[in-house]
């Protein structure tokens, strides 16, 4: 008999252990089990940067001679250029989608937009006086170190052009330089073009017949990234009324007697 209330103590321990892991185990599986416990707070995921453009290289890299197509051209000598006429990467001052080029003809630059707000700004050459041109237009064709010919209006104003009317081979010396993008409107040649020319000094001028004149190298760097059908504005300036004028129906003064029969069409 003096064991029982020791037994007895030990079961009333034992008894109270007992329900108080059971109790325990009780509210552990109610916290797994509940619906009524809000998630813990996700952080959300940061932003992902535009891509940005790659980097150019170097000027002298980009204006080093080179041999392109099977012709040579020169090196352009790079401490005689205006900087700001260098093909650069720039912030956007244009607004239009990625893909489009416009040319600011009050500053002789010309924007590619690419992604990520950013440009790539080319120096460039624009029309004489009396053969300005500006509006819209799509590149439509283009052409590797095209054959030049002079229009027949050309040749009347300039006779010593004569013995090129049936075209002048392609040539570091042509005046449509190492390619050309071609410019047209409601699928009709504009007599437009983007082209290269030897005459880097011009760059930032007023020097040629109604087109716009690059760098050899910057034309050629152009070309490779205008793979399809691209808008086109040539403006005055990039100012609000200038994007807002009226698109002139006036076509530029003619360089050549019109597309290369072998120019590649784009779509």
């Not at 009333?12 to 252990?17: A, P, S």
């Not at 009324?241 to 006036?250: E, F, H, L």
Request: glycine share 8%; proline share 10%.
């Amino acid at each position: 008999m003096s064991d029982i209330p020791q037994f007895s103590e030990r079961l009333n321990r034992r008894t109270f252990l007992g329900a108080s892991a059971l109790g325990a185990a009780s509210v552990a599986l109610s916290a797994c089990t509940t619906t009524d416990v809000a998630p813990p707070a996700v952080a959300p995921a940061p932003p992902v940067a535009a891509p940005s453009e790659p980097a150019l290289g170097d000027v002298a890299t980009m204006y080093a001679a080179r041999t392109d197509e099977g012709y040579k051209l020169p090196a352009i000598p790079v401490a005689k250029l205006d900087p700001r006429f260098v093909r650069q990467i720039v912030d956007d001052p244009t607004g239009e989608k990625p893909g489009t080029i416009v040319v600011d003809a009050s500053q002789h630059f010309l924007y590619l937009v690419r992604d990520g707000g950013k440009a790539i700004r080319y120096g460039v050459s624009l029309g004489k006086a009396g053969f300005e041109w500006t509006g819209s237009a799509v590149v439509q064709a283009r052409k590797k170190w095209p054959v030049w010919t002079p229009p027949p209006e050309m040749i009347q104003r300039r006779p010593e052009l004569t013995k090129y009317k049936d075209g002048m081979p392609p040539g570091p010396q042509s005046p449509l330089g190492a390619r050309a993008l071609y410019l047209f409107r409601d699928g009709k040649d504009t007599m437009y073009r983007l082209h290269g020319t030897p005459e880097w000094d011009s760059i930032g001028k007023n020097a040629s017949s109604g087109c716009v004149r690059f760098i050899n190298q910057d034309i050629i760097d152009l070309y490779s990234r205008v793979n399809g059908v691209a808008p086109v504005f040539v403006r005055a300036n990039l100012s609000a009324a200038a994007k807002n004028s009226a698109v002139s129906n006036r076509t530029a003064e003619p360089i050549d007697a019109g597309v290369p029969r072998d120019a590649e069409m784009l779509k």
